[in-house]
Structure formats: C-alpha cells, structure tokens
C-alpha cells in the first residue's frame, strides 16, 4: 500500500474497502457460510494469500447475521479448543469461563444449547491450527443438546487445508478454493475503485493490468495499481493511461551489446598467456 501516492491521486488511503464487487468467488462462499449458519456445517475456504478469503467470508457473515464466534489469539498455531471454549462464552453470553475442563466443556454446551440461532466459529488463517485443534473442532460439533446436534457451524479461511490428512474431520467437512478475479471482475473493482471520485486510470490501462499475468490476487492487482500510479505521478501525469501501464508491466529489457557485423570477438586471454607474456616482457 503507498497511501502517499494514493493521496496524491486524489485517492482515500484505501480505495478498496467497501467496494462490492459480485464474483464467481464469493457467491460460492457464500453458499457455504450460509450452510454454516442454518445446518451447523464445518467449511474450508482455501485460496492463496490476496485472493480474497477474509474478504469474502467476512461479506457473507454480514449478510447472514449469525451469532458469531471469533478467537482473538494471534498465534494461530498455539490455539486450542481451550481457547475457543473460552470465545464462545465470551461472544455469545455475560458468562465468565469455568476453570475445569468438563465444567467449562458443559458449560459451552449449555451456552449453544440455548441460542435461538445457529452460531458460527469463524478462524482465520486456519491452515495454521495443530492438528490436535482441528479435531476438537469435531468434537465441538458432536455436542449435543436436547436432542439437537450439531449446536455450532465452522468456517475456516486459509492457504490449505489442515484437515486433509485428519481422515475423520475431512469426510465431515466441505471446501471451496477460491480461483481469483476474473478478467471481468478485476476491470470492474479496478475502475469502481480508483474512479470514484474522478478518472485516475483509463479503461484501456485498466485492460493492461488486469491481463497481466501477475495480476491473479486482489492483493497483487492493488500492488500493479500503486506503482503505475506512482509511475504517473514521477512522470508528473494526473492518469495512469497504457503507456504508463506499459511501462511498468514490460520494462525495456536491459540488452547486451549486440556483436559487430565482420569483426570477430576476442578472447579473453587466460591467466596463462598473461603470464607468459610477462616472464618475456622481463
């Protein structure tokens, strides 16, 4: 993000949020957080880093409305169901956590038990979790109350999938990795965000970028747009128009010196032949 070069351009410091775009991505993940929300399911949206898997799951909680369920430990990789034992009391009732294992195991159930919509555990950055945690997470799920089960949907967001290898979590779960924009879609946030206010970029400079093969991400589109934009404000230009998004996407190429025509090239003499040379010289 180059949030001075964005204000040059007459830009917020960022542009894309709350922009809302309609992918192929996101209506898919949607599908499966409302299957969280309404039948307590356990999903993976798996992508890369910058396709969008945040982003899309957070829009699709927002339009569902769950109750919903968030760990705030950082350190994905040392979260337990201890952890998220303890989220979900806090998120979803003015309950402090017991301090023994099965009181507080009771205690989440009663809690789950008693809510008149199905929560969702949404982690992030997922594929970190040990797989001790995942498993938890079907233990979780298996609890039951008054004859109802599950009492709880799972969405977790990462690179990969933890529970590939957890046979018994795998077969209970359902996944969907997210491709990326396509050409149509990126043109569209491209020029929805950065063209708001006034043009900054032409549509004929948004087609470059967007057909760029390192343009597969949001994340790695927003990057090619801030450096044509401070490729436009270098040149002292208002818009990023195609040459300036040709010149950051195919840089001229630094070429070696190209071999006379008639004249052979000479060797560089070995160590040898120098040496040599000066024993006569001498």
């Given at each position: 993000?180059?949030?001075?070069?964005?204000?040059?351009?007459?830009?917020?410091?960022?542009?894309?949020?709350?922009?809302?775009?309609?992918?192929?991505?996101?209506?898919?993940?949607?599908?499966?957080?409302?299957?969280?929300?309404?039948?307590?399911?356990?999903?993976?949206?798996?992508?890369?880093?910058?396709?969008?898997?945040?982003?899309?799951?957070?829009?699709?909680?927002?339009?569902?409305?769950?109750?919903?369920v968030?760990?705030?430990?950082?350190?994905?990789?040392?979260?337990?169901?201890?952890?998220?034992?303890?989220?979900i009391?806090?998120?979803?009732?003015?309950?402090?956590?017991r301090?023994?294992?099965?009181?507080?195991?009771?205690?989440?159930?009663?809690?789950?038990?008693?809510?008149?919509?199905?929560?969702?555990?949404?982690?992030?950055?997922?594929?970190?979790?040990?797989?001790?945690?995942?498993?938890?997470?079907?233990?979780?799920?298996?609890?039951?109350?008054?004859?109802?089960?599950?009492?709880?949907?799972?969405?977790?967001?990462?690179?990969?999938?933890?529970?590939?290898?957890?046979?018994?979590?795998?077969?209970?779960?359902?996944?969907?990795?997210?491709?990326?924009?396509?050409?149509?879609?990126?043109?569209?946030?491209?020029?929805?965000?950065?063209?708001a206010?006034?043009?900054?970029?032409?549509?004929?400079?948004?087609?470059?970028?967007?057909?760029?093969?390192?343009?597969?991400t949001?994340?790695?589109?927003?990057?090619?747009?801030?450096?044509?934009?401070?490729?436009?404000?270098?040149?002292?230009?208002?818009?990023?128009?195609?040459?300036?998004?040709?010149?950051?996407?195919?840089?001229?190429?630094?070429?070696t010196?190209?071999?006379?025509?008639?004249?052979?090239?000479?060797?560089?003499?070995?160590?040898?032949?120098?040496?040599?040379?000066?024993?006569?010289?001498?």
């Open positions: 993000m180059d949030i001075l070069t964005r204000d040059r351009m007459g830009l917020p410091p960022d542009p894309w949020s709350g922009l809302e775009i309609g992918t192929a991505d996101a209506a898919r993940v949607a599908v499966l957080v409302g299957a969280a929300a309404t039948a307590g399911a356990m999903v993976w949206v798996l992508g890369p880093r910058g396709v969008g898997k945040t982003r899309a799951v957070r829009e699709a909680l927002r339009r569902t409305e769950p109750p919903l968030e760990p705030l430990r950082l350190d994905r990789e040392n979260l337990h169901l201890g952890d998220i034992q303890a989220a009391v806090r998120d979803l009732s003015d309950e402090r956590p301090r023994s294992g099965e009181a507080r195991s009771g205690q989440v159930r009663r809690i789950l038990g008693g809510q008149r919509r199905t929560p969702v555990l949404f982690v992030d950055e997922a594929h970190a979790l040990h797989h001790a945690t995942v498993r938890g997470l079907k233990r979780l799920r298996e609890l039951s109350w008054q004859g109802r089960s599950p009492l709880i949907g799972v969405v977790l967001a990462g690179q990969r999938d933890a529970a590939a290898r957890i046979a018994e979590v795998a077969l209970r779960s359902d996944r969907v990795t997210m491709a990326g924009p396509t050409r149509e879609e990126a043109s569209r946030a491209l020029l929805g965000a950065l063209n206010r006034r043009q900054v970029i032409t549509p004929e400079a948004a087609a470059r970028l967007v057909d760029d093969d390192r343009a597969r949001w994340l790695d589109l927003q990057d090619l747009a801030d450096e044509c934009m401070a490729r436009a404000v270098a040149r002292g230009a208002e818009t990023v128009d195609e040459s300036v998004a040709g010149a950051v996407l195919a840089p001229p190429s630094i070429r010196a190209a071999k006379r025509p008639g004249r052979a090239n000479a060797a560089a003499p070995s160590d040898e032949a120098v040496a040599a040379r000066l024993a006569e010289a001498s």
